[in-house]
């Protein structure tokens, strides 16, 4: 997989492919698009659905490869490319079940024409190719597809019971945070930023962490954006927490089971500025990303310290948030309200220590720029790394 967002993929991205990077378990080419018959199709579908089960991964087509390594970019002439994207997604849509995530690109290499498929990982699979019943499942390894087993079979259905314990997990505990049941009493406030770092291994095998270190030294698990902190012990396991005269302003809860709860009050407490159309309330948005790196960075370098194993779901939600707008360098700039009460952003799942929180994460801090009306946050570089503001 080209390691860029797709948005960001350059002709010298695909350029620097040939000749030094093979066919593998995240990457395949193709000279050309799939073709009418439906052996074309059934190939086009296992090969997508194989990316959806194992890892996700790029699929290149208008790159010619001799045994797996890339050798010329050959493009995709006399081809209209919209009309191809159409007729791909259709098939994709109407040919795998359950469905999966995918996005197009097109990147011109010269007068070369070259289209990206970028399969995501799927935890809601195992994905079937339905195909005038073709019905099999595919997986990939480093030497390409192959059909998967009766025990792979089964490991992939126990994962997908898996997300959906954890997506419950979150739905509840978001419930019980709009409750007030918190592991410490919480300040009144407007708005709340949670984070829940889920790792899979706490939903299918009941796994279990050592909290003492944390106990010992609780330092080692600040509250986001907290200078000072104390802790006590819960049933669940152990929390830190600023500010409780009033209520805590954040807190951490740790779950001996490695799961992670952070929930704040300050990223999005901006008081009601007044401004030529009245009040506003705003999001600052150079705080509100540098803040949330930090603690992304923070919390996931904590649970690799304690053993926790990835794969970790990691859920970005923002509540109480309707009628927030966000700040750009220009205070001028608030673009548009959020619409809603609650921003329950789509999980990120981390597959691999160390993380590089910046590129992983980019994708979701860019819908919240969305929710408020902007194309995504200007704070990255063309690499995907953040970048303070100047």
Known sequence: MIQKSLSDISPSDITALIGAAPEGRTLEYKRSLP???????????????????????????????????????????????????????????????????????????????VLVLRVDRSWLGPHRVTFRGHDKFYARSSAGKYDL?????????????VAAAIREFREQRLIEIGGRRTPV??????????????PVDAFANGHAVDLSPIYQEPSKMPP?????????????????????QGGAVSYVHLYRSGVLEVVTTETLINPRMPDDEGNVCRIPSVLFERELLRDLHSK??????????????????????????????????????????????P?????????????????????????????????????????QPR
């Open 35 to 113: 073709g009418t018959a439906d052996q074309d199709k059934r190939e086009f579908l296992a090969d997508v659905s194989s990316f959806a089960n194992t890892l996700g991964g790029d699929i290149i087509f208008g790159v010619s490869e001799s045994e797996g390594l890339p050798t010329a970019v050959v493009g995709l002439p006399a081809v209209d490319i919209d009309t191809e994207i159409l007729r791909l997604e259709s098939l994709i849509r109407t040919g795998v079940a359950p469905r999966i995530q995918h996005h197009f690109a097109r990147v011109a290499c010269g007068p070369a024409q």
């Open 300 to 345: 996931l370098t904590l649970q690799s310290a304690l053993g926790v194993a990835p794969p970790i779901y990691v859920f970005l939600s923002l509540l109480g948030v309707r009628g927030y707008r966000m700040t750009t360098g220009d205070s001028s700039d608030l673009g548009e309200e959020i619409d809603r009460d609650a921003l329950l952003l």
């Open 185 to 198: 009493p919480l300040r009144d406030a407007p708005a709340r930023l949670v984070l829940h770092f889920l």
């Open 149 to 161: 087993d009766v025990a792979e079979l089964r490991t992939a259905f126990l994962r997908t019971d």
């Open 224 to 244: 986001i954006m907290a200078r000072s902190w104390t802790h006590r012990i819960t049933l669940e396991g152990v929390a830190t927490y600023c500010g409780l």
């Open 347 to 387: 999980e990120t799942v981390v597959e691999s220590f160390p993380v590089d929180v910046s590129r992983t994460f980019r994708s979701v801090i860019d819908l919240v720029w969305n929710a408020c009306g902007f194309r995504g946050s200007p704070n990255f570089d063309s690499n995907g790394s953040w970048r």
